[in-house]
C-alpha cells in the first residue's frame, strides 16, 4: 500500500487503525502492518513539465508559490489522475506561461526525480518548437514570471544558470539541439 504522497511517515495503519510498525521488506525497512501484513511504501507524485524552443533559446518560469520559491525551472505540476503525462504538460505550459500546445506535439525529452523531506516526486519532461505553439508568454498560476534562456545561459557554469533539479539543463540543451531549427 502507498502511503501519503506529501507528508510525514505513517504511524498507523490507515486499513485497520493499528500501530505500525517497522519490517525489512526488498531490503527497505518500511513501516508494516502485523495485523493487516501489508508493508507500505513512499511512491512518488508523478509531475509533468514541458518546455517551448525557439531558436537556441527555451522558456523557463520563475516559480511564485509552493516549494523552490524563486527558482527557475520548466513549467510544470502534478498529474491529475485522468491526464497522461503530455495532457498534464500540455495543461501547465498553458497555466503557467499563456503558451498553448495540443498533447500530441509534446516530445519526452527526459525524466527527472526530487527528493525533499515530506515528498518525493517523478517528473516527465517535454519539449516542443514555438512554431507548434500559440500564445504569448506571460506568467500564470504559480509562476512568478516566466522568460526566455538562451543556449549560452543554460550551458554556463552555476551560479550563472538557473536550478533545473526535475530536468537539468542537458534535457534542455539537447531540445534546443533538436528543435532549435525553425520548421
Not at 493499528?18 to 507524485?45: I, M, Q, S, V, W
Amino acid at each position: 500500500m502507498v502511503w501519503s504522497l506529501q507528508g510525514e511517515r505513517p504511524t498507523y495503519c490507515p486499513r485497520c487503525g493499528e500501530k505500525l510498525g517497522e519490517r525489512d521488506h526488498e531490503n527497505t525497512a518500511r513501516p508494516y502492518c502485523a495485523d493487516c501484513a501489508c508493508p507500505f511504501y513512499r511512491n512518488p507524485a508523478p509531475l509533468a513539465r514541458a518546455t517551448v524552443i525557439d531558436g537556441d533559446r527555451a522558456v523557463l518560469i520563475e516559480r511564485g508559490r509552493a516549494g523552490d520559491v524563486g527558482a527557475w525551472a520548466l513549467p510544470g505540476g502534478y498529474i491529475d489522475g485522468n491526464e497522461s503525462p503530455p495532457e498534464a504538460a500540455a495543461r501547465e505550459l498553458a497555466e503557467e506561461t499563456g503558451l498553448v500546445a495540443t498533447p500530441d506535439d509534446l516530445e519526452l525529452i527526459g525524466c527527472g526525480h526530487l527528493d525533499f523531506d515530506d515528498a518525493c516526486e517523478v517528473s516527465f519532461n517535454f519539449a516542443v518548437p514555438r512554431v507548434r505553439t500559440d500564445g504569448t508568454p506571460a506568467a500564470g498560476d504559480d509562476a512568478a514570471t516566466t522568460r526566455w534562456f538562451s543556449r549560452e545561459e543554460l550551458s554556463a557554469d552555476p551560479p550563472d544558470h538557473p536550478s533545473l533539479r526535475a530536468s537539468g539543463p542537458d534535457q534542455i540543451l539537447a531540445a534546443i539541439e533538436r528543435f532549435g531549427e525553425p520548421e
